[in-house]
Each structure stands twice: as C-alpha cells, then as structure tokens.
C-alpha cells in the first residue's frame, strides 16, 4: 500500500500564494491517477484537482479553476498543488490521494481513492 505525505500549508493573506506537496512512498506511483481533495470544518470533503498517471490530464473543480494547478514529478514520486490568488473560502484541511493502480481515470468521489495522507492546513485570512 503507498504512503502518502503532504506539506507546504500554512498561513497566507487572501490573495496570496502557497505550494502544496505530496509524496508517495514505494515504486507505483507513476501507476496512480493522484488527486486533492479538502475539508472545511462542518463541510463534506470535496475534490479540488485530479491528475491522470503521466499528468497529462486533469480535472480541476469550478471554484478553484484558473487559479489553482495541479502537476506531478513521477522521477520523485510527487504530486503538487499550486495555489494561487487564494481566498478565505479556500480554508480547509487539504489531503492529498491516490487511486488503486488498477484504475486509469479520473474519480471524484472520496471512496473511489484507496490511500489518504495525514492532511494539511490551509488558512487564508481576509
């Protein structure tokens, strides 16, 4: 089973920027659809981006396309998230997530990704 860390969270001004980082242990990383996903207190954990196995596609959510960017490094077994012109209502625990090897798509729901990092906070005061 993959291991999933994340990090880059943290404390900005609306408007600002932060990088999210996420990595994958073992050697089936580059076999995995990977997307993030966040959760804002009393709110159901939504998707935000998705990002196909090579990254040559992807799937942003409405609220955060344009401004943020999802992409992945196979060579060091990372996904990232770049977030830019941030809004308070992007505050949420942030997770990243992967899916069983098995499948090659896209999925936006929490129950189609087999493993979860720890999370990591994103506050964005106004």
């Known amino acids: 089973q993959v291991q999933l860390v994340e990090s880059g969270g943290g404390l900005v001004q609306a408007g600002g920027s932060l990088r999210l980082s996420c990595v994958a242990s073992?050697?089936?990383?580059?076999?995995?659809?990977m997307a993030w996903f966040r959760q804002a207190p009393g709110k159901e954990r939504e998707v935000v981006a998705t990002?196909?196995?090579?990254?040559?596609?992807?799937y942003y959510a409405g609220s955060v396309k344009g401004r943020f960017t999802i992409s992945r490094d196979n060579a060091k077994n990372t996904v990232y998230l770049q977030m830019n012109s941030l809004k308070p209502e992007d505050t949420a625990v942030y997770y990243c997530?992967?899916?069983?090897?098995?499948?090659?798509?896209?999925?936006?729901?929490?129950?189609?990704?087999?493993?979860w990092g720890q999370g990591t906070q994103v506050t964005v005061s106004s």
């Open positions: 997530a992967a899916r069983d090897t098995f499948y090659s798509t896209f999925a936006y729901s929490r129950k189609d990704y087999a493993a």
């Open positions: 073992g050697r089936t990383f580059s076999d995995r659809v």
């Open positions: 990002i196909t196995r090579s990254g040559g596609n992807t």
